[in-house]
């Protein structure tokens, strides 16, 4: 991956866990399942 060449050594990446390919693609390239994780918007 190109990050890891500039020194990149952790991303994170979001995904819809319904998303069956997203998921294979990503697995595929190295990233790793490590949590689930919401996103919560408050109203100002």
Same mark, same amino acid.
């Given at each position: 991956? #190109? #990050?890891?060449?500039? =020194? $990149? &050594? *952790? #991303? $994170? !990446?979001? +995904?819809?866990? !319904?998303? +069956? +390919? #997203? *998921? +294979? &693609?990503? !697995?595929?390239? =190295?990233? &790793?399942?490590? =949590?689930?994780? =919401?996103?919560? !918007?408050? &109203?100002?």
């Amino acid at each position: 991956m #190109a #990050a890891r060449t500039q =020194g $990149v &050594a *952790r #991303a $994170v !990446l979001f +995904a819809d866990p !319904l998303n +069956a +390919a #997203a *998921r +294979a &693609a990503y !697995l595929s390239i =190295g990233f &790793a399942i490590v =949590g689930d994780y =919401g996103l919560v !918007l408050l &109203a100002p």
